[in-house]
């Protein structure tokens, strides 16, 4: 009886797990010193407002930042970001793993599946949710892309 109990238990902790949102999970996002990629020298950004929407246009070129975040098993991660763009739509991005990151299963699925999601898209419009089934991976890296806006406005 405890056997089965204890599978229970085992089952309930990795369905709460599942479903528990970026959002639940506390997540520190901090910006570390740009690495030494050119960075665009160009006015940033500038907006540009239509009829219907206003939308933010970001300069031509390479743009990098860090970020860090933490796991539920108190692990520190950085990743260090670096989107290309051309006419605000983003067309090349790398990222570099450090800090034990690299290794995070978690972080290997997101490294697989990003690219997908990001090429050819709006860097002003990106919106992860999970990619690769990884939560906290694309919260840091949602978080690196305001991170880039911010540092361009």
Known sequence: ??????IIVVVLIAVGFAMTKSSDTPTTIT?????S???AETPAVTD???A??????????VHTTAVTYLTPANNEYLL????????GVITDANI????GAEKDPNAQRFEGAYKEEIIGKKIDELDLSRVG??????GAFNGAVDNILAENA
């Open 96 to 99: 570099v793993y450090s800090q």
């Open 31 to 35: 910006t570390e010193p740009e690495t």
């Open 1 to 6: 009886m405890a056997y089965i109990i204890g």
């Open 80 to 87: 260090d970001v670096s989107l290309t763009t051309e006419n």
């Open 48 to 50: 540009t407002e239509s």
């Open 133 to 138: 089934g990884a939560s906290l991976t694309t």
């Open 52 to 61: 219907d929407t206003m939308t933010t246009v970001i300069a031509d070129g």
């Open 37 to 39: 990629l050119p960075v």
